[in-house]
């Protein structure tokens, strides 16, 4: 079976943005840029589901400007197989890129649509949801553990109140979440490798998407900052200020 | 304006969740519905009814419903849906499971978190694990958004709005339930405790937390982890707190042993005072906390449960 796995280039994880000065977007100039850590545990994922005989091919694709062919070669370092890039200069949102995805499903028919739950900019959470709404295909959200049986993928999903286990049918969407495993580093021989992998480049238009959205972002601003606190000597001192001057307990 | 409010349930209960979002419809401002949707959830219905704000009920009591699965859910959530000008659910794992289905559906985008309602289409939301707040404006015929609970009150329980049972079966036949694993704690859960204390990766091992434990028993806290924590097997997945664990604010919130990492403040910066203990003086929790207390937590946390 072919595993298709959207992936997202965004900020490092480890870099805090600031908010540009007129207050139009967060300022992302120089900074270090990766795959979205939710992305690189279902590139992970797919992978070992190759490598463990279940999945065929690995099929990474990633919507934005050239440069999120970086991230493409990271995944196929990481052990996927080829990549597509749909080009766009745009800030799509979630419906636009699913929808663009579901063009990219009906091309590839993929068993399973591996995608993180959530990017690290963006924060929407949900992608995989939509995109498994415009194709008519099940899906296990939030998993930390995805096991193939037959013609269904049983998806452990993480919850407020724990966790809960559905059977989906396949074709089905899944969702990762960060406890679902360890990505590995990728090897230089593999680095190497990687090089010589296809990456097949499309467009919205080509695919017949209009990326246009009905969301429109007025302004951005920095959140209220705390205002500094004090450091206390003792727990006496604590449990005082807790009582007396916050009026807490 | 005809708001669709989705309640938060576990077919026993109504959540406090489902309040809050009542809260944000409010804010929006028009004619209220609650959708109670599960198996013999007649109970949930009319504690419903009472919230304030709310002039109608409607309950799908099907078996389809009862394990809130995202395909049927976000079929009959559409099928709703598009007689209404707004559709809201909390931002929790079943809101964020279900809702975005039932926006494409709709050919919809969705507006996820919202913080705060400025007019009926404009809101604002965090992004960038909390780093930067945006207002956003939607001009989609139905607006479907999640509300992230922690930034609204409850509503009261002043309504007596009427309970309409409606048989709408949407069942996808494409998923089924297997089995679950709910964590069970007489400790008030994280979404509304009005104090919560939370360990870290200094905690060392799932045993210590017994000493938060206690603390938390006696302040009437709820317990809750940082990722380290979780991911160590210290603790389980849904004590979890941050940028895509739970959002959380509290009153009183008590790092114990973390040390503030961007992805964990975004779960927890709102809350109205931070005390931080840890031994760490270079620890970036500290600077976000109202009170901070240098030590090692191994003695401060048996003095401070002693003392109180
Ligand atoms: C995509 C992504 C999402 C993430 N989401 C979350 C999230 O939702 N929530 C979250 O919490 N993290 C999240 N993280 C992880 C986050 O980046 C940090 O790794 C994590 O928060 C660190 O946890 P910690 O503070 O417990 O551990 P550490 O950073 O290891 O800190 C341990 C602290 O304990 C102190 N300490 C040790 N021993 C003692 C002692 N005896 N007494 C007192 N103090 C002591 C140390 O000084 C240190 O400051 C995410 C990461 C990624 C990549
Ligand atoms: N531009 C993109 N290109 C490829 N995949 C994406 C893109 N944006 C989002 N995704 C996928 O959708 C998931 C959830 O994103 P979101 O719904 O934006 O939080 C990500 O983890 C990716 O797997």
Known sequence: ?249 | MNILVIAEHDNVSLKADTHKVVAAATAIGGDITVLVAGLNVGDVAQHAAKLTGVTKVLVADNACYEHHLAENLGLLVADLGKDYSHILASASTTGKNFLPRTAALLDVGQISDIISVIASDTFTRPFYAGNAIATVKSKDSVKVITVRTSAFDNVEETATADVVAIDNAHDAGISSYVSSELTKSERPELGSARIIISGGRGMQNGDNFKMLEEVADKLGAGVGASRAAVDAGFVSNDMQVGQTGKIVAPELYIAVGISGAIQHLAGMKDSKVIVAINKDPEAPIFQIADYGLEADLFDAIPELSSKL
Request: hydrophobic residues 40%.
């Open chain 1, 1 to 249: 079976m072919k595993i298709l796995v959207p992936i997202k280039r965004v900020v490092d994880y480890n870099v805090k943005v600031r908010v540009k000065s007129d207050n139009t977007d967060v300022d992302l100039s120089n900074l270090k840029m990766s795959i979205n850590p939710f992305c690189e545990i279902a590139v992970e994922e797919a992978v070992r589901l190759k490598e463990a005989g279940i999945a065929s091919e690995v099929i990474v694709v990633s919507i934005g400007e050239k440069a999120c062919q970086e991230q493409i070669r990271t995944a196929l370092a990481l052990g996927a197989d080829r990549g597509i890039q749909i080009e766009t200069s745009e800030k799509v949102q979630p419906l636009t890129v699913a929808k663009l995805l579901h063009k990219v499903v009906e091309q590839e028919q993929p068993q399973i649509v591996l995608l993180g739950k959530q990017t690290i900019d963006g924060d929407n959470n949900q992608t995989g949801q939509m995109l498994a709404a415009l194709a008519g295909m099940p899906q296990g959200t939030f998993a930390s553990e995805v096991k193939v049986d037959g013609d269904k993928v049983h998806v452990t999903r993480e919850v407020d109140g724990g966790l809960v286990t559905v059977a989906l049918s396949l074709p089905a969407v899944v969702t990762t979440d960060l406890r679902l495993n360890e990505p590995r580093y990728a090897s230089l021989p593999n680095i190497m490798k990687a090089k010589r992998k296809p990456i097949v480049v499309t467009t919205p238009e080509e695919l017949g998407v209009d990326v246009s959205s009905n969301i429109e972002v007025l302004k951005v601003e920095s959140p209220a900052s705390r205002s500094a606190g004090i450091m206390v000597a003792s727990v006496d001192e604590l449990i005082d200020k807790l009582r007396n001057e916050a009026k807490v307990i």
